[in-house]
C-alpha cells in the first residue's frame, strides 16, 4: 500500500483545498493508501525517511518540486529499497517536466499505477547553512545561485512586483515576472569555481547552474541536454550578460536555444567545488526550489541512487 506525503501549503495552499479531489482520483487507480500531511519545513524528510525505514516500498510526494526534493531526500537518507512517485501539486513544476508526469492529477495517479520503475543518478550538495554548519542535501533536479536565487527568494516572499496584489500571478507566471524584475536590477556575483579535475578559476556569473535535469525556474529549460541516467552533471554559466539582452533572450532559456549565446558556456562533471570571491560575501544557493544556505558548496552526483516511477 503507497503512503502519500502531501503538502496541504503546496500551490499557494490550493493542494489542502483539493485535497479530497485529488484523494479521490488516487483511489479510483491505487484502492487503499495512507496519507501524511507535512507541517513544516522538513517535515517531508523525516515522514519520509522513517516510512522507507519500516519498510514502506512506494512513498508517493503531492507537491511541489520542494515538496518532492524532501520525500526523495527522506528516502536517500533511509538507505532503504523504496520508490518514489510524483504526484504534482506545486507552484514551478520543473522535475515533472523532466520525468514527464502530467500535471493534471487524475492523469498523474494513472501515470503512478501504469507507470514503469527506473532508477536515477541524484546529486549532492555540501553547503553552510545559516547557522554556519556545514550540512549535505540531495537535489534531484538543479542547483544554483546567482539570479536564480534571487527569483526564488522574490517568489516565496510573494513579491512578483511590489505593487501588484499577491493573487495577481501564481505559478510560471510568478517565475516570469519576478524574474523580469530581479533582471531589472542584476548584478553579476563573483566566484571562484573548480570543475572536475580542472584548475580552480575565477568567474563572473549572472547564474551558475548545476543541472542534473532539465528545468528550473517555473518551465525555463536551462539544461536541454541534461539527462537523470547519465552519470555527470550539466554545468551552465550565465556570463556577464547586460539586462537588456536577458530580456530580450528570456524566451531563449525556456526553448533551451540560450546555450549558442556567447556570454553562455556549458560543460559536464561529476564534481564542482565553488565558493565567493570575496570570502565575506554571503552567496546563496538554491536547490531544487528552495534556498537552504550559502557558498561555499562542493556538489557531486550519485549514480543511480534513487528508484522512481515514471510515466509508461
Same mark, same amino acid.
Given at each position: 500500500?503507497?503512503?502519500?506525503?502531501?503538502?496541504? /501549503?503546496?500551490?499557494?495552499? *490550493?493542494?489542502?483545498?483539493?485535497?479530497?479531489?485529488?484523494? +479521490?482520483? #488516487?483511489?479510483?487507480?491505487?484502492?487503499?493508501? =495512507? &496519507?501524511?500531511?507535512?507541517?513544516?519545513?522538513?517535515?517531508?524528510?523525516? $515522514?519520509?525517511?522513517?516510512?522507507?525505514?519500516?519498510?514502506?516500498?512506494?512513498?508517493?510526494?503531492?507537491?511541489?518540486?520542494?515538496?518532492? =526534493?524532501?520525500?526523495?531526500?527522506?528516502?536517500?537518507? +533511509?538507505?532503504? %529499497?523504496?520508490? $518514489?512517485?510524483?504526484?504534482? +501539486?506545486?507552484?514551478?513544476?520543473?522535475?515533472?517536466?523532466?520525468?514527464?508526469?502530467?500535471?493534471?492529477?487524475?492523469?498523474?495517479?494513472?501515470?503512478?499505477? =501504469?507507470?514503469?520503475?527506473?532508477?536515477?543518478?541524484?546529486?549532492?550538495?555540501?553547503?553552510?547553512?545559516?547557522?554556519?554548519?556545514?550540512?549535505?542535501?540531495?537535489?534531484?533536479?538543479?542547483?544554483?545561485?546567482? $539570479?536564480?536565487?534571487?527569483?526564488?527568494? /522574490? &517568489? *516565496?516572499?510573494?513579491?512578483?512586483?511590489?505593487?501588484?496584489?499577491?493573487?495577481?500571478?501564481?505559478?510560471?507566471?510568478?517565475?516570469?515576472?519576478?524574474?523580469?524584475?530581479?533582471?531589472?536590477?542584476? %548584478?553579476?556575483?563573483?566566484?571562484?569555481?573548480?570543475?572536475? %579535475?580542472?584548475?580552480?578559476?575565477?568567474?563572473?556569473t549572472v547564474n551558475f547552474c548545476v543541472a542534473n535535469a532539465?528545468?528550473?525556474?517555473?518551465?525555463?529549460?536551462?539544461?536541454?541536454?541534461?539527462?537523470?541516467?547519465?552519470? +555527470?552533471?550539466? &554545468?551552465? =554559466?550565465?556570463?556577464?550578460? *547586460?539586462?537588456?539582452?536577458?530580456?530580450?533572450? &528570456?524566451?531563449?532559456?525556456?526553448?533551451?536555444?540560450?546555450?549558442? #549565446?556567447?556570454?553562455?558556456?556549458?560543460?559536464? !562533471?561529476? /564534481?564542482?567545488?565553488?565558493?565567493?570571491?570575496?570570502? %565575506?560575501?554571503?552567496?546563496?544557493?538554491?536547490?531544487?526550489?528552495?534556498?537552504?544556505?550559502?557558498?561555499?558548496?562542493?556538489?557531486?552526483?550519485?549514480?543511480? !541512487?534513487? *528508484?522512481?516511477?515514471?510515466?509508461?
Open positions: 500500500m503507497p503512503l502519500v506525503i502531501v503538502n496541504p /501549503r503546496s500551490a499557494g495552499g *490550493k493542494t489542502g483545498d483539493s485535497w479530497p479531489g485529488i484523494a +479521490s482520483d #488516487l483511489r479510483v487507480h491505487f484502492g487503499p493508501f =495512507n &496519507v501524511a500531511f507535512t507541517k513544516g519545513e522538513g517535515d517531508g524528510i523525516e $515522514l519520509a525517511k522513517s516510512a522507507a525505514e519500516a519498510g514502506r516500498k512506494f512513498i508517493i510526494a503531492c507537491g511541489g518540486d520542494g515538496t518532492i =526534493n524532501e520525500v526523495a531526500n527522506g528516502i536517500l537518507l +533511509s538507505g532503504a %529499497d523504496a520508490e $518514489l512517485g510524483v504526484l504534482p +501539486s506545486g507552484t514551478g513544476g520543473d522535475f515533472r517536466r523532466s520525468i514527464g508526469m502530467p500535471d493534471e492529477h487524475r492523469e498523474a495517479a494513472r501515470a503512478l499505477k =501504469n507507470g514503469q520503475t527506473r532508477s536515477i543518478d541524484v546529486g549532492k550538495v555540501t553547503f553552510q547553512n545559516f547557522e554556519g554548519q556545514t550540512v549535505g542535501r540531495y537535489f534531484l533536479n538543479i542547483s544554483s545561485f546567482g $539570479l536564480a536565487a534571487s527569483i526564488i527568494q /522574490r &517568489v *516565496k516572499t510573494n513579491k512578483p512586483f511590489d505593487w501588484l496584489p499577491v493573487d495577481v500571478v501564481r505559478g510560471p507566471a510568478s517565475f516570469a515576472v519576478s524574474t523580469l524584475q530581479e533582471v531589472i536590477g542584476l %548584478d553579476t556575483t563573483k566566484v571562484r569555481v573548480k570543475i572536475g %579535475d580542472r584548475e580552480e578559476r575565477s568567474l563572473t532539465r528545468y528550473f525556474g517555473g518551465g525555463m529549460m536551462i539544461a536541454p541536454k541534461a539527462k537523470l541516467t547519465d552519470g +555527470s552533471f550539466d &554545468v551552465v =554559466n550565465i556570463g556577464d550578460m *547586460k539586462s537588456a539582452k536577458i530580456i530580450f533572450n &528570456v524566451y531563449a532559456l525556456y526553448r533551451g536555444t540560450h546555450l549558442t #549565446l556567447p556570454e553562455v558556456k556549458a560543460t559536464r !562533471a561529476k /564534481r564542482i567545488e565553488a565558493k565567493p570571491l570575496n570570502p %565575506d560575501e554571503k552567496i546563496m544557493i538554491e536547490v531544487d526550489g528552495e534556498l537552504p544556505g550559502m557558498l561555499p558548496a562542493v556538489f557531486e552526483i550519485v549514480p543511480m !541512487a534513487l *528508484k522512481l516511477r515514471t510515466a509508461a
